[in-house]
């Protein structure tokens, strides 16, 4: 439902991103998006589509890497993955874990293409 | 030519920014800090009112009601003996934000404060991922709502520190069972601190309010 508020955000980082990258273009933009994140991945290609007409990101497209689940379990260390929602270690059993991953909502990198040299004009 | 940049940064760090500010500030004052988050209806309002009416000679308690449209909860709080609450309309927005605790803060009077909760939107998905630099999140459920909640809504079980389980009174109405939604908010959270309430009837508030006394004398320590 957020996922809106979430594009806007993700529009102005890379915007500002954009604009030092000048005359250079930005084409891509690599998304990592936890499965714990709250955040639909398809809803937030479909906000970032809606929201980006306009401006120099008009281009621009989503790659979106979902991360999974992984914790460490505070009694004995463990790492592991969280298969089926059990936050629990495999090992000891222990329910007192710290997520390592699964909760992201990062922008990892962005694609810039150096030959674009219209982009002002644009 | 096309060229990868990494950049490595969090969607929500400017959000993050004012929200470690807030945690500061608050900490600073040794105030204790609670978001409490839930779907529409659950009672949020309900246990502050209550919690009001019990505690207000024994703490200052400033609330924050966020409300996506009416000022309603505000003025229920008010009327519940609240002394220092502000409304945070949304006007629309599905969840509060760092920034809008940040521009209320200059209204408030932080150092006449022992206890500061904000009632977030109701709604257990948004809210989740926006710290809003609160010392936890409570969530609340009501046994109208299901006992599989905390399967369907993993991350805000996931990142509340207690779940109360409110509206005992009504089980005999329901298919809930209190096994069942324990059970399913441990397997995604195993160190919930929880609690079974009727705001109605008052059942098993004494235990919140003694839990809630704790915290912010550990924290004023
Ligand atoms: N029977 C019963 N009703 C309750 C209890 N707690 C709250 N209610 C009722 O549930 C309804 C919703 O309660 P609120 O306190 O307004 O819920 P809320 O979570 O603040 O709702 P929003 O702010 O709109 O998300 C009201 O009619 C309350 O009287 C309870 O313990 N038992
Ligand atoms: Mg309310």
Redesign the interface.
Known sequence: ??EL??AQ??LE?VLR?AEK?KP?RV?AV??KIGA????YADSLEFGFDAIKKGTPLEECRLEIEEVAIRGQCHQCGHVFDVRE????CPLCA????E?KHG?E???????????TEDWHVK | MSKTIELKKKVLSENDALAAELRATLGEKGIFSLNFVSSPGSGKTSLLERTLRELKDELNITLVAGDVQTENDANRLIAAGGEQVKPLVTGGSCHLDARMIHRLLPEINLDNTDLFIVENVGNLVCPSGYDLGEDMKVVLISVTEGDDKPLKYPSMFRRSSVMVINKIDMLELCDFSMERVRENALRINGDLKIFETSCRTGEGLEEWYAWLKEQVKQKKA
């Open positions: 439902m957020h508020s979430i955000s993700i980082i991103e990258q250079a084409v690599g998304l714990l994140s709250g955040i929602l059990l936050f629990a222990s329910g007192s874990i997520l909760q909502l990062d922008i990892a990198y962005i694609e810039i293409d150096e030959e």
